[in-house]
Structures are given as structure tokens and as C-alpha cells.
Nanobody, 124 residues
């Protein structure tokens, strides 16, 4: 599956953005799509994930209640809604697809398809 991420931009603190990850190619019920981000000088950080075949979602604690992952099957697109943005949310945001084990859905090493990244900049 190939992924195309979009929707990043410059926003003021407290603002919102919606990122999109358009998938082309075949997906399966156990295909997981996740969002990660990487800020300069920092490691890639897991944000949220869901599998194509169910509505279960997974979030890292730091974004629970602010970020929401969702899926549009008809459009073959996964979204990440970013609300109440903070300057520390500034990073390149990536979507990725793979088949991670249930207990390892947060680990980047289990995702073998990555989108090109979209930059989110939050000004104070």
C-alpha cells in the first residue's frame, strides 16, 4: 500500500488542523495505519493508530483528548484531527501502514510503508 500524507501547515497555538493519509493499493482488515511525528533532534514518536477492519483506536497519552484518528473507507483515507495545538506539537507528521502485533502497535519497526511526511508548525 502506498500512502500520501497532506494537510500540514502553520497554525497559531490553540488552533486546529486535519491531516489526511490517502492510501492506494490493497488493504486488509488487519492492516494498521498509524500517525507518527518527528521534531528536529528528537526520535520518531507514535501518536495514534487504528486497523482497517475495526474501529478500535490507540493513542499515546500526550495527545489523548486533543488528537483524533478516523477512517473513511470509501475514500481509502485515514485522518488525524489535531485540536488545541501547542508549539511543542511542531514536527513533521508521518502516516504509516503495516501489520504490527496487537501489543506492539506503537512501534515504528512494525510499519513498512510510510508516507512522505507533512510539516505542522504551531506558533506561540
Amino acid at each position: 500500500v502506498q500512502l500520501q500524507a497532506s494537510g500540514g501547515g502553520l497554525v497559531q497555538a490553540g488552533g486546529s488542523l486535519r491531516l489526511s493519509c490517502a492510501a492506494s493499493g490493497r488493504t486488509f482488515p488487519n492492516t494498521a495505519v498509524a500517525w507518527f511525528r518527528q521534531a528536529p533532534g528528537k526520535e520518531r514518536e507514535f501518536l495514534a493508530a487504528m486497523r482497517w477492519g475495526n474501529e478500535n483506536t490507540h493513542y499515546t497519552d500526550s495527545v489523548k483528548g486533543r488528537f483524533t484518528i478516523s477512517r473513511d473507507n470509501a475514500e481509502n483515507t485515514v485522518y488525524l484531527q489535531l485540536n488545541s495545538l501547542k508549539p511543542e506539537d511542531t514536527a513533521v507528521y508521518y502516516c504509516a501502514a503495516g501489520y504490527p502485533p496487537r501489543l506492539s502497535i506503537t512501534a515504528p519497526r512494525h510499519y513498512n510503508n510510510w508516507g512522505q511526511g507533512t510539516l505542522v508548525t504551531v506558533s506561540s
